[in-house]
């Protein structure tokens, strides 16, 4: 049968298929061929062409798989550098985009059977900085060009130059500040005394003297009964050397003072404490499940049998995901997080906190905002019990 024509429709349709990307199945590494179906590829392994390529391979081996391997790697790497650069990715990104060229190096040629072996093999020699993750490996090529590594050298040495003339200059201010200090005398600090008496009849006394060191004027003691006070007062200000004695208070009124003191300090702190404990709980997670609450599952991939129907969620698994169970039929499924949402209830239910300050505390619902998609819920645990606060619908959910 002859060949069709170059203008033929069988011509036109046989161009175009041999254009794009085949299987993988039906391509020959050794001859570079690569066949559109089953029967094409048998046709070709039993070619003349096809068996001096495996007498060839079959003298030298380790030769052709060492070669394809050294293909592999170097244009593995260099899409790599080119396309990410130094930022970690995926690695069946990388590869997907390797094999989207049609005369790429396929893997079945190489000394790796599969990626992650190819992946762990570029960790163990260093040339790409890889780790495990529940998503899969991800990859991060490592610059080992000479111009790279000069120019970072160069920007650590400007750092550091940088740095040196910064300390420079602090130890140049600190050394202006010690000569300029060394010309005064030290300040007289003011001593601090507590108020006290040995006996019921000795007399407390105040120095009332100023700071200024050009004052010569004595200390004035006032003392005077507490009816008395204000007029002992007027007379110590107005005698400069004279010194006026005043009672100390009864007893009574310092107690009552103390106590007064001690509970407004007291206040303070646990005021202070509850600003802590808020602050440190409002650290926001990306993860939200928890057990013995109400959900609705929203992913379309499980069927209209499920789709926006509730559940009640039974056990969390690593913090995305849960086992749930149907409320209406009692089907057990295992789901991730984004495939789930919250169930706002109806007002007076009670509901469980998922996120935020107030995160796994009991709530009822007061009532629903729908303008700002949150709603009012008093605490019904918690150190903060019957306070109302306003809660985003994402961050409560309804309690089975």
């Known amino acids: 049968m002859g060949k069709a024509d170059f203008l033929s429709p069988k011509a036109i349709s046989n161009r175009i298929k041999s254009k794009g990307l085949q299987k993988l199945r039906w391509y020959c590494q050794m001859c570079q061929k690569q066949c559109r179906d089953e029967n094409g590829f048998k046709c070709h392994c039993m070619s003349e062409s096809h ?4 007498l060839l391979a079959s003298e030298n081996p380790t030769k052709f798989m060492d070669y394809f391997s050294d293909e592999f790697k170097s244009d593995f790497l260099e899409l790599l550098r080119r396309r990410f650069g130094t930022k970690r990715v995926h690695n069946n990104i990388v590869y997907n985009e390797y094999i989207s060229h049609r005369e790429h190096v396929h893997m079945n040629s190489t000394q790796w059977e599969t990626l992650t072996d190819f992946t762990k093999w570029l960790g163990r020699k260093g040339l790409c900085k890889v780790d495990e993750t529940p ?7 490592v610059d080992r060009d000479p111009e790279t590594i000069r ?41 601090y005394t507590e108020l006290k008496r040995e006996s019921e009849e000795e007399k407390v006394a105040f120095n009332l ?29 107005k005698a400069p050397a004279s010194s006026v004695k005043r009672k100390e208070a009864p007893s009574g009124s310092d107690s009552r003072g103390e106590k007064k003191k001690k509970s407004a300090l007291e206040e303070i702190m646990e005021i202070e404490e509850k ?7 409002a650290v926001r997670t990306d993860y939200w499940l928890q057990p013995n609450i109400v959900v609705k599952i929203v992913t379309k991939k499980l069927g209209d049998k499920y789709h926006k129907k509730k559940a009640v969620v039974m056990e ?5 995901g849960a086992v749930v169970k149907m409320i209406d039929s009692g089907d057990k499924l295992k789901l991730d997080q984004n495939h789930l949402q919250t169930v706002i209830p109806a007002p007076g239910k009670r509901v469980l906190i998922l996120n935020g300050p107030y995160r796994d505390t009991e709530a009822l619902l007061e009532g629903i905002d729908e303008k700002k998609f949150s709603a009012t ?18 961050d409560f959910s309804k309690l089975a």
């Open 51 to 54: 068996q001096r390529q495996l």
């Open 151 to 191: 120019r970072q050298e160069e920007q650590a040495r400007k750092k550091k130059q940088e740095l040196d003339d910064e300390e420079r200059s602090a130890k140049f201010i600190q050394e202006q500040v010690r000569r300029g200090m060394d010309g005064k005398e030290a300040e007289a600090q003011p001593v």
């Open 135 to 141: 998503k899969g490996w991800y990859i991060q090529y």
């Open 377 to 394: 819920l008093m605490l019904d645990s918690g150190p903060q019990k019957g306070d109302m606060v306003d809660i985003a619908y994402e």
């Open 316 to 320: 969390v698994k690593e913090k995305y």
């Open 275 to 281: 600003k802590k404990k808020r602050q440190s709980s």
């Open 209 to 237: 003297s100023t700071p200024v060191a050009s004052s010569s004027k004595s200390s004035s003691v006032l003392g005077a009964s507490s009816v008395l006070g204000a007029s002992s007062v007027l007379g110590a200000l």
